[in-house]
């Protein structure tokens, strides 16, 4: 159970703040913040998602740049806790379309009420927006989307300056559009997040894909959907289909997952012969199918690195990535980074000739190195080169006292995995029922390092 739940702005203001069982100080949510503002605990710079302070278990996750946060006295699982304050961020944005804190302030009273009805007496209720819309009454005030900021999963599917058409994040799912009339469309989002480890020789040591699929409607009435995956898509190894059983190795084109799960509303009768789901899709956002692979893949991205010694003070770094998907795509928001020796005093950065969007920077506080990389084209190359001053003589190799080199990235309308949305078939209420249909993919770095 919780004992209360808040959120917080940035800035540490509290914009929601519940107290359920009156078992914590009230003044929690300062002492909170000023925890992690000022975390210092074995040299991190983040406070970790969990931790307790003179007795009160401290539970946070950040959300489009706000602080959702739970506390209790009790020995609750982590997990669990954490799982229910992104349900709580989920629900609320099902309700109010967009989640910031202009957003939360002008719908303070709705919010509440879903508290009250999501959690009771510290003990969770349920986190459906499906079941809430039976029991809340307030109408939610919509914010004007057009002078939000691409904020957080709002700019995952941003090509350049523009926006992709009909973007259901900033949707409410209980609010209907001027005029009284509700827009039909559906949205289908295929996000895989990747992890690759790099040997120093560019091999590959481990990779992992962790997907889902995930699902938004606006559909009245309810209809069915039938919606179509690869028809050569294994599951497992064992006991089941695998890349095996269609004539070839992994590498032929056959899309195998370790393992996958699906939403309680799936219906699985067909998806054994022609990998079709069926399913009608409950109000809200939700995962129709979450999987996992760990065959190896073709990685996005290529990273090389090299250290070269110049005196007994003096080193440079020569980064080199390359970007392996096709060249009509672009990966967003690229940033690389590389810890150097705790020695280093002063870093000069030299970038290739004519290049735009692109930045550097030393982080004196923890020895990093950053650089930024606001676009990056398919099939490109990009050099960095940094010179390295140390305060003191190298008494060792260097290149064992620097690195792993990180990435992070997104890449709209790609996915690693080749898994596919085949066709998105909603059943028709009428000869003229036509709703829009939106199928996006997108990548995401979830650990991308590659060792020196």
């Not at 190298?394 to 792993?404: F, L, M, Q, R, Y």
């Amino acid at each position: 159970m919780i004992s209360q739940f808040f959120v917080l702005s940035q800035r540490g203001d509290s914009i929601v703040f519940r107290d359920y069982r009156g078992d914590v100080p009230k003044g929690s949510a300062e002492i909170f913040f000023r925890k992690v503002k000022f975390w210092k605990e074995d040299g991190g710079e983040e406070a970790p998602p969990v931790f307790n302070v003179d007795g009160v278990n401290y539970f946070h996750v950040k959300v489009v740049g706000l602080l959702f946060v739970a506390t209790s006295r009790t020995n609750l699982s982590p997990s669990l806790v954490l799982e229910l304050l992104q349900r709580i961020a989920r629900v609320i944005k099902d309700y109010l379309g967009v989640l910031n804190e202009d957003s939360l302030r002008k719908n303070f009273v709705l919010v509440y009420e879903l508290l009250d009805e999501v959690v009771d007496f510290g003990y969770v209720q349920t986190t459906s927006t499906e079941i809430l819309k039976s029991y809340i009454f307030n109408e939610p005030i919509m914010i004007d989307a057009g002078r939000l900021p691409p904020l957080g999963p709002a700019a995952m599917f941003m090509q350049g300056s523009k926006r992709m058409p009909g973007t259901a994040i900033t949707k409410s799912v209980v609010a209907n559009e001027p005029g009284g009339r509700k827009r039909e469309e559906i949205f289908v989002d295929i996000i895989e997040k990747i992890s690759i480890t790099f040997s120093s020789s560019g091999y590959i040591l481990t990779s992992e894909i962790d997907g889902t699929i995930q699902m938004k409607s606006y559909l009245t009435g309810n209809p069915e959907i039938r919606l179509a995956l690869n028809e050569d898509l294994g599951i497992g190894r064992a006991g089941g289909r695998s890349a095996y059983d269609y004539g070839g190795s992994a590498g032929s084109g056959a899309v195998v997952l370790d393992d996958c799960n699906f939403h309680e509303s799936v219906q699985l009768d067909s998806f054994d012969v022609d990998r079709t789901l069926t399913l009608v899709p409950p109000d809200g956002e939700f995962p129709v199918m979450n999987y996992r692979i760990t065959q190896e893949f073709k990685p996005p991205f290529r990273i090389n690195t090299l250290i070269e010694e110049a005196g007994s003070l003096k080193a440079e770094v020569i980064l080199k990535i390359r970007a392996e998907f096709p060249s009509d795509i672009t990966a967003n928001t690229i940033l690389v980074q590389m810890p150097l020796p705790t020695y280093t005093s002063r870093v000069s950065f030299e970038l290739e000739p004519g290049t735009v969007g692109q930045t550097t920077d030393f982080k004196e506080s923890n020895k990093r190195l950053e650089w930024n990389l606001k676009k990056v084209v398919g099939g490109s190359d990009h050099t960095l080169r940094a010179k390295l001053t140390f305060s003191q003589e190298s008494h060792g190799n260097i290149t064992k006292e620097a690195g792993p080199v990180s990435m992070t990235f997104t890449i709209p309308m790609y996915n690693p995995s080749r898994l596919q949305v085949k066709y998105l078939q909603i059943a028709k209420k009428s000869k003229t029922y036509n709703p829009y249909r939106w199928v996006r993919y997108v990548t995401q770095a979830n650990s991308y390092v590659a060792r020196i």
